[in-house]
């Protein structure tokens, strides 16, 4: 009888438990580790080298997809997706993943997806399966990047207006009601709270890193360290941000998933 050592990952404790509980009802799956963030489970795959993990995609801070890619140029193994993704996600996790299952979590569902991991752990290339996911998550991460640069922010000033789109914003600084965005070497201004704008901008680009500032991610090619757990990053060729120590934490993931940006810390 096939037995594959599965990992289970799911930042919300419910479904986590739930999962468990599902899986401890075929006599093929034996559960070597549950993992309740990103962090926990990259350690995880490389230390334990599972045959399959369930994956939840949209975790905080180091979502699905970055497990993926952290690990997987020393191991990829099976991966069934929990998500709630749309139909174009879907799509590609028919095709290239093991399987994917929508939250809620059900019987039948979760059934299909241990049968097949069967059969793919039996039949399938192991060299061919790294590849597909591969390529999946790519695909996936490209649209959603092409479908980001269509968000654009409107700033208003007087009968002007200007948009700026996501992609170019660099930095936020506030000032009260109002929020300073700096894009394309231009500051605009915009009467809007910092909390306000964060909740429209991209999660996965953009983190606030001082009571008052908001970068983008995307923008740092260095991080320089300072006493009591702060930090300074480096945007671009010419501005530098303070990272106060409450946010330290954004900047640490992000250095984790970009081992080569120029860093002391």
């Given at each position: 009888?096939?037995t ?7 930042d919300e ?6 999962m ?8 093929s799956i ?15 795959i ?16 180091i ?8 690990t ?10 929990a ?5 174009y ?13 929508l ?7 979760v ?10 752990f039996?039949?399938h290339?192991?060299?061919t399966?790294k ?5 999946a ?8 990047h092409?479908?980001?640069d ?7 000033d ?8 996501q992609?170019d914003?660099?930095w ?10 700096h894009?394309?070497?231009?500051t ?8 306000e ?17 908001i ?7 260095k ?15 010419h ?17 984790q998933?970009n081992?080569h ?5």
């Open positions: 009888m096939v594959l050592r599965t990992i289970i990952v799911d404790p419910l479904a986590l438990g739930l468990k509980s599902k899986l401890s009802k075929f006599d034996e559960v070597v580790a549950e993992c309740k963030n990103g962090r926990e489970a990259i350690s995880a490389l230390e334990l080298e599972p045959d399959l993990v369930f994956l939840d995609i949209d975790m905080p801070k979502n699905g997809f970055d497990v993926i890619h952290k997987q140029p020393e191991l990829t193994p099976m991966v069934v997706f998500t709630a993704y749309e139909q996600a879907l799509d590609a996790f028919k095709v290239n993943a093991v399987d994917y299952i939250k809620p979590l059900d019987d039948e569902l059934t299909r997806a241990v049968k097949r991991a069967e059969q793919r039996n039949q290339d192991k060299s399966e590849s597909n996911l591969i390529s998550i790519e695909a996936i991460r490209h649209h959603q092409t479908a980001q269509d968000k654009k922010i409107v700033v208003k007087g009968d002007q207006i200007t948009i700026v789109k992609e914003l660099k936020v600084d506030a000032a009260g009601d109002y929020c300073c965005l894009a394309n070497g231009q605009h201004i915009k009467r809007i709270s910092l909390t704008l964060l909740s429209e901008l991209d999660p996965n680009h953009f983190k606030r890193v001082h009571r008052s500032t970068i983008n991610l995307n923008f740092i090619n991080v320089q360290s300072l006493p009591k757990g702060e930090f300074f990053v480096e945007l671009g060729s501005e530098r941000v303070k990272v106060s120590r409450t946010y330290k934490d954004a900047i640490r993931d992000f250095l998933l081992p940006t120029k860093s002391d810390v």
